[in-house]
C-alpha cells in the first residue's frame, strides 16, 4: 500500500499510508477508535475506492478485483456475530467459505465437507460441526469465522478485532490458533485494540492516528513502552520454517519487503 488516500462520506479517514507487509509477518494495526483501523484492512481487500494511492495484493493492483487471487486471502470481519440470525450449522458457514472463490461451485459435495472439518478441525471445533451457530458462545463463533477464512488455505489471513467481547478462554485459545499458523508461514495482519493475549503472536506493531501511521515497529518494543506483558514477543527465530508463497504485497518501499 503506497499512498494511499481513502475519503468515506466527506472525511479523509486514511492519509496517504504506506504499509508493506512481508511473507509470515505478523502485524497488529493499533490505535484509538475511529484511528481508521478496520477502514485500512477494508482497503487492503479492495472494498473501499481510492482518493489516491495503490493498494497491491501479492503484486496485484486491488483495484482490479478479476486480477487478485482471493484464494490466497482470508478474511475475518469485525463479528457481527457467525449466526446474524442464519439457521446454519457450523459445517455449514465453514463451508460457505469455499462459495467466494473464482469457481463457486467447483468445491462441492465431498471434499468440500473434508475441507470444512478440517478447517473446524483447526480452531478446534470439529466436535461442534453439525450444531446451529446460534448455540455457539461468541468465542466459539469467532473460531467458526476464522475457520470459514482459512477453509481455502489462505497465505494471508486478515482479521478485524478478533478478541473483542470474547472471554479470557476464548481469546487464550484464538491466541493459540493464530500463534499456530502464524508458524506454519501463514502471514496475519490483525486489528486489535490491544495486543493483549496476542503479544507472543504479533511480531510488528503498526499504530494509526487519525489516518495515519504514527508508529511501526516491533512489537516488542510497544508492549514494553505501555507496560504491556510482550517481553516475548517472538522475534524472528530459525525455527520457523521459510514461508512457501512468493511475495505477498500490501506494497510500498520498506527494506526487506516483498515488492513494490
Ligand atoms: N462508510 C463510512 N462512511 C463515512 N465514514 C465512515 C465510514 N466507515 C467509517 N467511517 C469513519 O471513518 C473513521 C475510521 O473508521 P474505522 O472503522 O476505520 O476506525 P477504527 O479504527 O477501525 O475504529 P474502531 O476501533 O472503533 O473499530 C471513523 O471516523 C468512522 O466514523
Given at each position: 500500500m503506497r499512498e494511499a488516500s481513502v475519503v468515506l462520506g466527506a472525511d479523509l479517514v486514511l492519509d496517504r499510508v504506506d504499509l508493506q507487509v512481508g511473507p509470515g509477518e505478523s502485524v497488529a494495526l493499533l490505535g484509538a477508535n475511529g484511528s481508521g483501523k478496520s477502514t485500512l484492512v477494508r482497503t487492503i481487500l479492495g472494498l473501499h475506492p481510492l482518493r489516491s494511492g495503490r493498494v497491491r495484493l501479492f503484486g496485484h493492483d486491488v483495484a482490479r478485483r478479476r486480477s487478485v487471487p482471493w484464494g490466497r486471502v482470508g478474511y475475518v470481519p469485525q463479528?457481527?456475530?457467525?449466526?446474524?440470525?442464519?439457521?446454519?450449522t457450523a459445517l455449514e458457514v465453514v463451508r460457505?467459505?469455499?462459495?467466494?472463490?473464482?469457481?463457486?461451485?467447483?468445491?462441492?459435495?465431498a471434499r468440500a465437507r473434508r475441507r470444512a472439518l478440517e478447517a473446524l478441525n483447526a480452531v478446534g471445533l470439529a466436535h461442534r460441526?453439525?450444531?446451529?451457530?446460534?448455540?455457539?458462545?461468541g468465542g466459539q463463533s469467532q473460531r467458526v469465522l476464522i475457520a470459514r477464512a482459512l477453509v481455502r488455505d489462505p497465505e494471508l489471513l486478515v482479521l478485524d478485532?478478533?478478541?473483542?467481547?470474547?472471554?479470557r478462554a476464548s481469546r487464550e485459545a484464538l491466541a493459540s490458533i493464530l500463534r499456530s499458523l502464524r508458524d506454519q508461514g501463514v502471514t496475519l495482519v490483525t486489528v486489535l485494540h490491544?495486543?493483549?493475549?496476542?503479544t507472543e503472536v504479533v511480531e510488528r506493531a503498526v499504530v494509526l492516528d487519525d489516518g495515519r501511521i504514527a508508529s511501526d515497529g516491533p512489537a516488542v518494543e510497544l508492549a514494553a513502552a505501555h507496560g504491556?506483558?510482550?517481553?516475548?514477543?517472538?522475534?524472528?527465530?530459525?525455527s520457523r520454517p521459510a514461508h512457501h508463497a512468493p511475495a505477498l504485497t500490501t506494497s510500498t518501499n520498506r527494506p526487506g519487503g516483498a515488492r513494490p
Amino acid at each position: 500500500m503506497r499512498e494511499a488516500s481513502v475519503v468515506l462520506g466527506a472525511d479523509l479517514v486514511l492519509d496517504r499510508v504506506d504499509l508493506q507487509v512481508g511473507p509470515g509477518e505478523s502485524v497488529a494495526l493499533l490505535g484509538a477508535n475511529g484511528s481508521g483501523k478496520s477502514t485500512l484492512v477494508r482497503t487492503i481487500l479492495g472494498l473501499h475506492p481510492l482518493r489516491s494511492g495503490r493498494v497491491r495484493l501479492f503484486g496485484h493492483d486491488v483495484a482490479r478485483r478479476r486480477s487478485v487471487p482471493w484464494g490466497r486471502v482470508g478474511y475475518v470481519p469485525q463479528r457481527v456475530s457467525a449466526s446474524s440470525g442464519v439457521p446454519a450449522t457450523a459445517l455449514e458457514v465453514v463451508r460457505s467459505g469455499l462459495l467466494s472463490g473464482a469457481r463457486p461451485f467447483a468445491d462441492r459435495g465431498a471434499r468440500a465437507r473434508r475441507r470444512a472439518l478440517e478447517a473446524l478441525n483447526a480452531v478446534g471445533l470439529a466436535h461442534r460441526a453439525g450444531d446451529h451457530v446460534q448455540v455457539l458462545s461468541g468465542g466459539q463463533s469467532q473460531r467458526v469465522l476464522i475457520a470459514r477464512a482459512l477453509v481455502r488455505d489462505p497465505e494471508l489471513l486478515v482479521l478485524d478485532e478478533p478478541l473483542a467481547g470474547i472471554d479470557r478462554a476464548s481469546r487464550e485459545a484464538l491466541a493459540s490458533i493464530l500463534r499456530s499458523l502464524r508458524d506454519q508461514g501463514v502471514t496475519l495482519v490483525t486489528v486489535l485494540h490491544e495486543m493483549g493475549e496476542l503479544t507472543e503472536v504479533v511480531e510488528r506493531a503498526v499504530v494509526l492516528d487519525d489516518g495515519r501511521i504514527a508508529s511501526d515497529g516491533p512489537a516488542v518494543e510497544l508492549a514494553a513502552a505501555h507496560g504491556d506483558h510482550g517481553h516475548d514477543a517472538h522475534p524472528h527465530d530459525a525455527s520457523r520454517p521459510a514461508h512457501h508463497a512468493p511475495a505477498l504485497t500490501t506494497s510500498t518501499n520498506r527494506p526487506g519487503g516483498a515488492r513494490p
